[in-house]
């Protein structure tokens, strides 16, 4: 997709735009949600972490659920702050986890 598309397509107005607008708010709060989590838990399921007020159709839970597992968590494991098991769904904390640890209680 060029920038032209992406402006194109970010200048729609209805409820598709707003609906973007709310999943992109979503899946711009995972990674920190799932890292903040992991305080609590040593590991976790590797499904999205959404706010009561957060409510989705089938299509747009599929959509964020794609993002997180195949962009959002893989960036996190990258930088070294969790290790993400596929197989078993699950999030745990990675090696550098400590490193932020402290920016985040």
Known sequence: MTNYERGRIGSRVGEEC???ERIERVLSAQQWRVVRALLDEN???ADPILRREET??????????????????????????IEFDRVEDQVRRGRRFDDVHRFLE
Do not use: Q, R
């Not at 989705?56 to 659920?65: K, P």
């Open 43 to 45: 590991a976790m399921s």
């Open 18 to 20: 707003c609906n973007d």
């Open 56 to 81: 989705f159709d089938s299509e747009e839970y599929i959509t964020i659920c794609y993002e997180l597992h195949h962009v959002l968590l893989p960036e996190l494991v990258d930088i070294g702050l």
